[in-house]
């Protein structure tokens, strides 16, 4: 669990491989234990992420060997 400490929203793709992504967003979490963590939230609207937003973690298997931590609101 955390809190978003900071985010922001790409439009521009500046990796070919993010292309079908755009817009996505990158947020820094500040975790509950005082550690910072950058990652995405996911399952809210772009428009609706805050500073302060309470989240929790869920991991994303996107291969079967990449599993990667994301974040929804709590």
């Known amino acids: 669990k955390g809190r978003v400490w900071s985010w922001v929203l790409f439009h521009r793709p500046y990796f070919r ?7 996505f967003n990158t947020a ?7 550690p910072k963590i950058m990652s ?3 399952d809210c609207p ?7 937003m309470p ?9 079967d ?4 931590p994301r974040f929804t609101p709590a």
Request: hydrophobic share 40%; proline share 5%; aromatic share 8%.
């Open 46 to 52: 772009d428009g609706e992420i805050t500073c302060d």
């Open 28 to 34: 820094y979490i500040e975790l509950d234990e005082g």
């Open 40 to 42: 995405n939230i996911v």
């Open 65 to 68: 060997e990449i599993t990667l």
């Open 17 to 23: 491989s993010f292309d079908p992504d755009v817009p």
């Open 55 to 63: 989240v929790r973690v869920v991991f994303d298997d996107v291969t």
